[in-house]
Protein backbone atom coordinates (compact mmCIF):
# COMPACT_ATOMS: atom_id res chain seq x y z
CA UNK A 1 0.00 0.00 0.00
CA UNK A 2 1.43 3.61 -1.15
CA UNK A 3 1.02 6.67 0.83
CA UNK A 4 -1.82 7.73 -1.28
CA UNK A 5 -3.38 4.78 -0.16
CA UNK A 6 -2.86 5.01 3.38
CA UNK A 7 -4.31 8.61 3.19
CA UNK A 8 -6.84 8.51 1.85
CA UNK A 9 -8.15 4.68 4.09
CA UNK A 10 -7.07 7.32 6.75
CA UNK A 11 -10.14 9.83 5.84
CA UNK A 12 -12.47 7.36 5.43
CA UNK A 13 -11.45 6.10 8.84
CA UNK A 14 -11.07 9.07 10.68
CA UNK A 15 -13.63 11.21 8.54
CA UNK A 16 -16.86 9.38 8.61
CA UNK A 17 -19.35 12.01 8.68
CA UNK A 18 -19.67 13.56 5.15
CA UNK A 19 -23.12 15.41 5.07
CA UNK A 20 -21.62 18.26 6.46
CA UNK A 21 -24.08 20.58 8.39
CA UNK A 22 -27.31 21.51 7.96
CA UNK A 23 -28.35 24.62 5.91
CA UNK A 24 -31.54 26.76 6.05
CA UNK A 25 -31.97 27.09 2.59
CA UNK A 26 -35.60 29.47 2.69
CA UNK A 27 -38.16 30.81 5.13
CA UNK A 28 -41.32 31.80 4.81
CA UNK A 29 -43.35 33.68 7.54
CA UNK A 30 -46.87 34.94 7.90
CA UNK A 31 -47.85 36.63 11.03
CA UNK A 32 -51.45 37.34 12.64
CA UNK A 33 -52.30 40.16 14.58
CA UNK A 34 -51.52 38.79 17.87
CA UNK A 35 -47.72 37.82 17.21
CA UNK A 36 -48.29 34.18 16.53
CA UNK A 37 -46.61 33.17 13.42
CA UNK A 38 -46.21 29.64 10.87
CA UNK A 39 -43.02 29.48 9.78
CA UNK A 40 -42.49 27.36 6.68
CA UNK A 41 -38.77 26.53 6.47
CA UNK A 42 -36.33 24.63 3.89
CA UNK A 43 -33.63 22.53 5.16
CA UNK A 44 -30.84 20.94 3.42
CA UNK A 45 -28.78 18.45 4.98
CA UNK A 46 -27.07 15.50 3.04
CA UNK A 47 -28.96 12.75 5.17
CA UNK A 48 -27.07 9.26 5.81
CA UNK A 49 -29.78 7.56 7.43
CA UNK A 50 -30.54 7.05 10.66
CA UNK A 51 -27.03 7.86 12.34
CA UNK A 52 -26.42 11.43 10.63
CA UNK A 53 -29.66 13.33 9.45
CA UNK A 54 -31.02 16.76 10.07
CA UNK A 55 -32.93 16.07 13.42
CA UNK A 56 -34.19 19.81 13.82
CA UNK A 57 -35.07 23.77 13.27
CA UNK A 58 -35.34 26.24 15.38
CA UNK A 59 -36.36 29.66 15.76
CA UNK A 60 -34.07 32.23 17.66
CA UNK A 61 -34.41 35.70 18.73
CA UNK A 62 -31.60 38.17 17.55
CA UNK A 63 -30.19 37.61 21.84
CA UNK A 64 -30.24 33.91 21.23
CA UNK A 65 -33.76 32.91 22.81
CA UNK A 66 -35.14 29.92 21.35
CA UNK A 67 -38.97 30.98 20.48
CA UNK A 68 -40.04 27.79 19.39
CA UNK A 69 -38.34 23.95 17.40
CA UNK A 70 -39.54 21.82 14.85
CA UNK A 71 -39.01 18.26 15.14
CA UNK A 72 -37.44 16.64 12.37
CA UNK A 73 -38.44 12.50 13.18
CA UNK A 74 -36.86 11.00 10.40
CA UNK A 75 -34.03 10.74 7.74
CA UNK A 76 -34.89 12.46 4.50
CA UNK A 77 -32.29 10.64 2.49
CA UNK A 78 -34.09 11.13 -1.10
CA UNK A 79 -36.17 14.26 -0.36
CA UNK A 80 -33.63 17.26 -0.50
CA UNK A 81 -34.01 19.80 0.12
CA UNK A 82 -37.30 19.30 2.26
CA UNK A 83 -39.46 21.94 3.62
CA UNK A 84 -41.86 21.61 6.87
CA UNK A 85 -43.86 24.02 8.98
CA UNK A 86 -43.90 25.51 12.68
CA UNK A 87 -47.19 26.95 13.37
CA UNK A 88 -48.97 28.78 16.69
CA UNK A 89 -45.40 30.40 17.17
CA UNK A 90 -45.56 33.51 20.16
CA UNK A 91 -43.42 36.12 19.12
CA UNK A 92 -42.01 38.29 21.97
CA UNK A 93 -43.29 42.24 22.24
CA UNK A 94 -40.32 43.97 20.56
CA UNK A 95 -38.95 41.16 18.49
CA UNK A 96 -38.95 42.54 14.83
CA UNK A 97 -36.34 40.01 13.24
CA UNK A 98 -35.97 36.10 14.32
CA UNK A 99 -32.96 33.59 13.24
CA UNK A 100 -33.50 30.37 11.81
CA UNK A 101 -30.87 27.74 12.30
CA UNK A 102 -31.22 23.98 11.75
CA UNK A 103 -29.28 21.03 13.24
CA UNK A 104 -27.87 17.50 12.53
CA UNK A 105 -27.18 14.52 15.30
CA UNK A 106 -23.26 14.36 14.12
CA UNK A 107 -22.15 18.48 14.05
CA UNK A 108 -25.02 19.78 15.52
CA UNK A 109 -25.64 23.70 14.53
CA UNK A 110 -23.25 25.61 12.35
CA UNK A 111 -24.80 25.32 8.69
CA UNK A 112 -26.16 28.19 7.36
CA UNK A 113 -28.72 30.38 9.05
CA UNK A 114 -31.45 32.49 7.49
CA UNK A 115 -32.48 36.08 9.22
CA UNK A 116 -36.29 37.10 8.85
CA UNK A 117 -37.73 40.00 9.55
CA UNK A 118 -41.40 39.53 11.21
CA UNK A 119 -43.99 41.96 9.64
Known amino acids: MNSRDLLLVFTILYFPAFAGEADVLDVAVS ?13 RHEDEGWK ?4 KW ?7 EILATRKLLHPHDDEQPFTRSLGDVRIPSGVSEVIVRAHDLVH ?7 RVKLH
Open 58 to 64: DIVSPEG
Open 31 to 43: CSSDSTCRFDVTV
Open 108 to 114: GYGGKEY
Open 52 to 55: HYAN
